[in-house]
C-alpha cells in the first residue's frame, strides 16, 4: 500500500480508534501504527482529521502511556501545522500538566514544547 493511500484507507480507521469507543490497548496500538505514516499525511487530513482527535485523547485519558504517545505525535507533526493550531497544542498540553504531572508526561510535554520553539520561536 502506497502513502497516498493511507489516507484514505487508514485514516478513517485510525480516527474511529482515536475517537474514543476503544479501550487505552487500541488507542496506544493506533498512536504506534501512527508514528511510521503521520509525517507523510495530507495536511487537510492532519489538520482536520487527526490533531484534533489526538487532542481530545490525550485530555480524555489516564492513561500514561497514552498521553505519551498523543503528545508525542503532536510534537511529530507540529512543523507542518500553523501557529493556530500550534497555540491548541500548547493549550492542551498546558491542561495535561495541569491534572497529570508524572514524569513521563512532564517530558513529553518538554519535547514537544521543544519542537514548537523550534519552529515557532518563543513568543
Known sequence: MGWEQVGSYLVPLFARALDGQ???????ECCKALQDCIGTLDYTLLKA??????HAACMRTTSG???????????????????????KII????????????ASTLVCT?????ALSKQWGAE
Open 22 to 28: 476503544a479501550g487505552p490497548a487500541v488507542i496506544e
Open 49 to 54: 482529521e487527526l490533531v484534533p482527535r489526538l
Open 65 to 87: 502511556s497514552v498521553r505519551v504517545y498523543t503528545l508525542t505525535l503532536m510534537a511529530k507533526v507540529v512543523g507542518r501545522l500553523d501557529r493556530e493550531e500550534a497555540n
Open 91 to 102: 493549550d492542551t498540553a498546558a491542561q495535561v500538566v495541569a491534572v497529570d504531572r508524572s
Open 110 to 114: 518538554a519535547g514537544l514544547v521543544d
